[in-house]
């Protein structure tokens, strides 16, 4: 049995140790071999916002040219 690691809960603190955000991962699909979330929200504890990024479509391994991205 293969192991999958895929980060479903993450809290963020600030360099005082203060809870400053919260990652929640949902909606898990294998696509190409990996798993993935398809739903990851962001929370502000604070501001008490939170942002929803929605994943319909994954393609992996696209040989893209290495220019494209910076260090």
């Known amino acids: 049995m293969k192991t999958s690691l895929v980060i479903l809960n993450a809290p963020m603190y ?3 140790g203060k809870l400053v955000r919260e990652l929640h991962a949902s909606g898990l ?11 990851v929200e ?6 008490k916002t ?13 040989h893209l040219d290495e220019k494209r991205f910076t260090a």
């Not at 962001?42 to 501001?47: F, K, T």
């Not at 939170?50 to 994954?58: A, G, K, P």
């Open 14 to 16: 600030d360099k005082d």
């Open 29 to 39: 699909k294998k696509a190409s071999d990996s798993w993935g979330a398809r739903q």
């Open 50 to 62: 939170r942002t929803v990024l929605t994943i319909d479509d994954v393609k992996f391994n696209q």
């Open 42 to 47: 962001m929370r502000s504890v604070e501001e």
